[in-house]
């Protein structure tokens, strides 16, 4: 029986966490919120050499006016923003958003006016 690479294999029924494992995975419809996935690279370089790599996916939700950065270094976050200058805008992000970043990442960050993170939501320990 062969695996496809791309989708994580069912849980076993006979493994005792199997199915506290598949709860803690939110599920989504698709057609609700299907992003445009955008691969982009930001090399920083200065007069004394390469200072920074910046290997990140763009998840761009339109028509709702939010997208979001997955920094390939950093396993499992993603970083949620509003197109809009609206500091009230995360607050209204929708569902079906909220839903398919929660089905792929194991946390959902924020970015505030200082551009410290707040974590919006983290998957529960299954």
């Given at each position: 029986?062969?695996t496809?690479?791309?989708?994580?294999?069912?849980?076993?029924?006979?493994?005792?966490?199997?199915?506290?494992?598949?709860?803690?995975i939110?599920?989504?419809?698709?057609?609700?919120?299907?992003?445009?996935?955008?691969?982009?690279?930001?090399?920083?370089?200065?007069?004394?050499?390469?200072?920074?790599?910046?290997?990140?996916?763009?998840?761009?939700?339109?028509p709702?006016?939010?997208?979001?950065?997955?920094?390939?270094?950093?396993?499992?976050?993603?970083?949620?923003?509003?197109?809009?200058?609206?500091?009230?805008?995360?607050?209204?992000?929708?569902?079906?958003?909220?839903?398919?970043?929660?089905?792929?990442?194991?946390?959902?960050?924020?970015?505030?006016?200082?551009?410290?993170?707040?974590?919006?939501?983290?998957?529960?320990?299954?």
């Amino acid at each position: 029986m062969t695996t496809d690479p791309i989708q994580s294999p069912e849980p076993r029924p006979d493994e005792p966490e199997a199915a506290s494992r598949a709860e803690a995975i939110p599920q989504f419809d698709e057609n609700e919120a299907v992003p445009a996935i955008t691969h982009g690279r930001d090399l920083v370089v200065t007069e004394f050499g390469w200072e920074q790599d910046y290997n990140f996916l763009d998840y761009d939700f339109a028509p709702h006016p939010f997208w979001a950065r997955h920094y390939l270094d950093e396993e499992g976050v993603v970083i949620l923003h509003a197109h809009e200058e609206d500091d009230g805008a995360l607050d209204r992000v929708p569902e079906a958003v909220l839903a398919y970043l929660k089905y792929r990442f194991e946390r959902i960050d924020t970015l505030g006016a200082t551009t410290a993170r707040t974590r919006l939501w983290e998957r529960p320990e299954a």
